[in-house]
């Protein structure tokens, strides 16, 4: 279990400078790189984190760190959208009804405030692998029913761009939607409610 773990946050750590290298403006907002700030040092104790998403391109994904774990934002498609309302038969959970596994304001089709904006906590609900963004339709190696998704490589559990589980693989629930909210149209601030929740 220590060495997955550990293989996980190297996984982590090596996607997530993967992906914050191609959008430059936001890279401020990672708080592990090596030049943390006292700021810096407190959001990843445990204080929120504000992020600008207003350089997010449709598609892409954003992977900072929230409590020492990681977190996906994902800018979503109006197709992606559409694709969401299709796969309830193959869920576990498609209504989002186990609630300790998203706040309120998100136990929605979409799991989110904003159709468009997807945040989740990127820890399996099997035993805490990083999976992976899977964003391609039916690839070789997940088939041609693959409509995008996440993939765990420990032990094959699938999520949709919701972070809704498929049904009969290990992972036994949803990625978790961490508590967040909009400061602006582009502002973001991850582990805090919005006003009038928590
Ligand atoms: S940890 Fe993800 S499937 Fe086992």
């Known amino acids: 279990m220590t060495n ?6 190297r996984r982590f750590l090596t996607n997530a400078t993967t992906v914050v290298g191609g959008i430059g403006a936001i890279a ?11 700021s810096a040092k407190a959001e990843a104790a445990g204080a929120p984190v504000a992020l600008d998403i207003s350089k997010l391109a449709m598609g892409q994904m954003l992977i900072i760190e929230w409590r020492g774990k990681p977190v996906w934002i994902l800018r979503r498609s109006d197709d992606t959208l559409s694709t969401l309302a299709t796969l309830a038969s193959e869920l576990s959970d498609p209504d989002s009804d186990d609630l300790g596994q998203q706040p309120d304001y ?92 928590g």
């Open 28 to 38: 401020v907002a990672i708080p592990f790189i090596s030049s943390l700030s006292p």
């Open 4 to 9: 997955t773990v550990d293989v996980d946050k």
């Open 106 to 197: 998100c136990k929605n089709p979409s799991r989110s405030i904003r159709d468009d904006i997807l945040v989740l906590v990127g820890i399996c609900t099997h035993l805490g692998c990083s999976p992976t963004h899977r964003p391609e339709l039916a690839p070789e190696d997940l088939g041609p029913d693959w409509k995008g998704g996440f993939f765990c490589p420990c032990h094959g559990s699938k999520f949709d761009l919701a972070g809704r589980v498929y049904a009969g693989l290990p992972a036994p629930n949803n990625l978790v939607v961490p508590p967040y909210h909009f400061v602006s149209d582009s502002q973001l601030l991850i582990g805090a409610d919005p006003v009038g929740y």
